[in-house]
């Protein structure tokens, strides 16, 4: 089978591996149909992620039709169409056992630090598989995991009703988030240097600031009776910008960061203790995928617009090229497999 490995940074290839096996009776085999491009995927690329083992089969965002199933498999089918959870984690240690998952002590990530969804076929657990309406298309299934991170971010924010939330960047992730906060209730603001993200935050009903000419703070104390936002989520995730989520949340607030950055930022603490701000950290989704499926399914959830680029499996050199490309405008790009 067909697999896409990265050697060491700069130096990826399509490999031909032989098939993967089912070994317990508890695994699910699929056939990927489709898998998309993440940043941290770029950041094994070109040496940038911090999490990166190598050599390494890129992917973690990926579907699929299921191939066969195990002896002990109950809750799926062949032919069942899925998205796969990328986290593995170990089921014993604390944080398992308090219903953290994606932050367990052993924990591993499909596509980082083993071998992930870049391949024609792949084999998980049961309980890392979930079942999709057969009718929902290939290029929305794929991106059921980025709004999952999207699921987190929120849950980690508490996010509800009347709540004010502003998104630094409007690329996939930040829409993700802010289309989740909106399925919560709540005001969405969100900022770009890009006028085509900010025209289509603006066209799913967020109220868009043009980071090259706007003060995100005047904004939204204009559109928010001269108060800052109740959560501030930094899906740009640069130490300059951290620095800048603290500044534009209100009192009582929560600051959200999503990144990986190991540069320091400078905060000062009573911007944090003065406003008694909560701020967190949001990695991957805990076990978030049924929520984001019951949202897709119900139509409250819109996927559309997220997709730049669909492209075969075998251009993918020339895909992560291309997003990297600063020229040239990429949303989400996703591959296809026959």
Same mark, same amino acid.
């Given at each position: ?186 005001? $969405? ?5 890009? %006028? &085509?993200?900010? @025209?289509? /935050?603006? !066209?799913?009903?967020?109220? =868009? ?22 959560? $501030? ?5 640069? %130490? &300059?910008?951290? @620095?800048? /989520?603290? !500044?534009?949340?209100?009192? =009582? ?86």
């Amino acid at each position: 089978m067909k697999a896409v490995r990265i050697n060491k940074p700069y130096d990826l290839e399509i490999v031909d591996l032989e098939e993967i096996q089912i070994k317990d009776n508890d695994d699910v085999k699929i056939k990927i149909k489709a898998v998309g491009i993440c940043g941290s995927d770029i950041g094994i690329y070109n040496g940038s992620n911090p999490m990166a083992k190598y050599p390494r089969i890129i992917g973690h965002e990926m579907t699929g039709v299921v191939e066969e199933v195990g002896s002990d498999v109950k809750n799926l089918s062949v032919g069942d169409h899925v998205a796969v959870d990328p986290v593995i984690n170990c089921g014993h240690c604390k944080n398992c056992k308090t219903g953290r998952v994606n932050i367990c002590e052993d924990l591993k990530v499909r596509g980082v630090h083993v071998d992930g969804g870049f391949q024609e076929k792949i084999v998980v657990k049961e309980h890392q598989a979930y079942k999709l309406d057969p009718s929902m298309p290939w290029n929305k299934s794929v991106l059921v995991e980025p709004f999952s991170i999207g699921f987190q971010a929120n849950q980690r924010a508490k996010v509800s009703e009347g709540d004010v939330v502003f998104v630094m960047g409007a690329g996939s992730i930040g829409q993700t988030v802010g289309r989740v906060s909106q399925y919560f209730g709540a005001k $969405v603001f969100t900022s770009d240097m890009d %006028p &085509k993200k900010l @025209e289509r /935050a603006q !066209k799913y009903g967020m109220v =868009a600031i043009d980071a090259r000419s706007e003060d995100p703070a005047e904004v939204i104390k204009k559109y928010n009776n001269g108060r800052l936002a109740d959560v $501030v989520v930094d899906a740009i995730c640069t %130490p &300059k910008t951290f @620095e800048q /989520a603290v !500044k534009l949340a209100a009192s =009582a607030g929560t600051v959200v960061n999503l990144g990986f950055s190991t540069q320091a930022s400078e905060i000062c603490s009573v911007d944090i203790t003065s406003k008694e701000l909560d701020v967190v950290g949001s990695r991957l989704s805990n076990r978030r995928f049924p929520e984001v499926i019951e949202g897709y399914n119900s139509g409250r959830l819109p996927f559309d617009d997220l997709v730049s680029h669909e492209m075969s499996f075998e251009e993918v050199e020339d895909a992560i090229k291309m997003i990297m490309d600063k020229d040239v405008y990429t949303e989400k790009v996703i591959l296809m497999l026959d």
